[in-house]
């Protein structure tokens, strides 16, 4: 039987690169582009906020579950904003008011859960210099085994469980500690340097990104899946109007290939 290291999650297995295969002129600005950034808090309550090109909000708040971007454990929230002149509707969540004009310290006044505060936060505003800052649903993801002979299987979404019981089929032993269920539902690349995994359970994964060329690299902390801190390079493409993702991973030494295939979410 071969070990295999827990390489399963989206974050340790981007490292590879990829050409663009057709051109990217199908796809529109994002209708959120011009409100889209991050902002983190100097004091208070709110941890932590980023708006997506796509109109995702994140916020994060003092929980129990993740380190944040300055060390505080934090749950993440997700949903929908929509904006008026300078305040954000992050629906049942909230609101938040602050000027978009330029990046830099900003005052940011939120109402969440009744209780309004309002403090300096450091706003880094959205480039729009790339198609891919935008947010994906994945529709598919194709993995392949390269060990003397080549093998492969398709996968509607990406199921890490189904994963790994691939990999386990093929005679690699994976740690069973992968919950059912725990799909990938959407990639946010956004031009504020975040990269932003909402899964189908409701858990969510925050990292940090930049791009160059036809690559992206990442840095990502995930404990849940098995190890503690990854970085990584993933390569990404275009074709008619989909995002191509093609990564590569470790199965103790054996390359696996991982494609996924994305759709722009509306």
Same mark, same amino acid.
């Given at each position: 039987m071969k070990k295999a290291l827990l390489f399963i999650s989206l974050a340790a297995v981007l490292c590879s690169c990829g050409k663009p295969i057709s051109s990217e002129d199908t796809f529109e600005n994002p209708r959120f582009i011009q409100y889209a950034? /991050? @902002?983190i808090p100097q004091s208070g309550t709110l941890q932590y906020s980023e708006f997506t090109e796509s109109g995702l909000y994140i916020a994060g708040m003092p929980g129990? *579950? =993740?380190a944040g971007p300055v060390g505080e454990i934090i749950q993440y929230f997700t949903g929908n904003y929509t904006v008026s002149g300078d305040e954000y509707s992050l629906g049942s969540f909230g609101t938040m008011k602050f000027s978009n004009a330029s990046a830099g310290v900003v005052d940011l006044t939120y109402t969440i859960g009744g209780t309004t505060e309002t403090v300096k936060a450091v @706003? *880094? =505003?959205a480039t729009a210099a790339n198609v891919l800052f935008r947010s994906w649903t994945v529709d598919k993801t194709r993995v392949s085994i390269a060990d003397g002979v080549t093998v492969s299987a398709d996968f509607k979404g990406c199921n890490f469980k189904d994963i790994a019981d691939f990999f386990r089929d093929n005679g690699y032993v994976v740690e069973d500690d992968i919950p059912a269920g725990h799909s990938l539902s959407s990639v946010s690349v956004t031009g504020a340097g975040s990269l932003i995994f909402v899964y189908s359970d409701g858990d969510i994964g925050l990292g940090s990104c930049t791009v160059s060329g036809s #690559? @992206? #690299?990442? /840095?990502?902390? &995930?404990? &849940?899946m098995g190890y503690s801190f990854e970085t990584g390079k993933a390569g990404y493409s275009f074709q008619g109007n989909k995002c191509i993702l093609a990564f590569e991973g470790n199965l103790d030494g054996t390359t696996v290939a991982i494609k996924m295939v994305l759709s722009e979410m509306k």
């Amino acid at each position: 039987m071969k070990k295999a290291l827990l390489f399963i999650s989206l974050a340790a297995v981007l490292c590879s690169c990829g050409k663009p295969i057709s051109s990217e002129d199908t796809f529109e600005n994002p209708r959120f582009i011009q409100y889209a950034g /991050q @902002l983190i808090p100097q004091s208070g309550t709110l941890q932590y906020s980023e708006f997506t090109e796509s109109g995702l909000y994140i916020a994060g708040m003092p929980g129990s *579950t =993740k380190a944040g971007p300055v060390g505080e454990i934090i749950q993440y929230f997700t949903g929908n904003y929509t904006v008026s002149g300078d305040e954000y509707s992050l629906g049942s969540f909230g609101t938040m008011k602050f000027s978009n004009a330029s990046a830099g310290v900003v005052d940011l006044t939120y109402t969440i859960g009744g209780t309004t505060e309002t403090v300096k936060a450091v @706003l *880094t =505003k959205a480039t729009a210099a790339n198609v891919l800052f935008r947010s994906w649903t994945v529709d598919k993801t194709r993995v392949s085994i390269a060990d003397g002979v080549t093998v492969s299987a398709d996968f509607k979404g990406c199921n890490f469980k189904d994963i790994a019981d691939f990999f386990r089929d093929n005679g690699y032993v994976v740690e069973d500690d992968i919950p059912a269920g725990h799909s990938l539902s959407s990639v946010s690349v956004t031009g504020a340097g975040s990269l932003i995994f909402v899964y189908s359970d409701g858990d969510i994964g925050l990292g940090s990104c930049t791009v160059s060329g036809s #690559s @992206l #690299s990442y /840095q990502w902390n &995930e404990p &849940e899946m098995g190890y503690s801190f990854e970085t990584g390079k993933a390569g990404y493409s275009f074709q008619g109007n989909k995002c191509i993702l093609a990564f590569e991973g470790n199965l103790d030494g054996t390359t696996v290939a991982i494609k996924m295939v994305l759709s722009e979410m509306k």
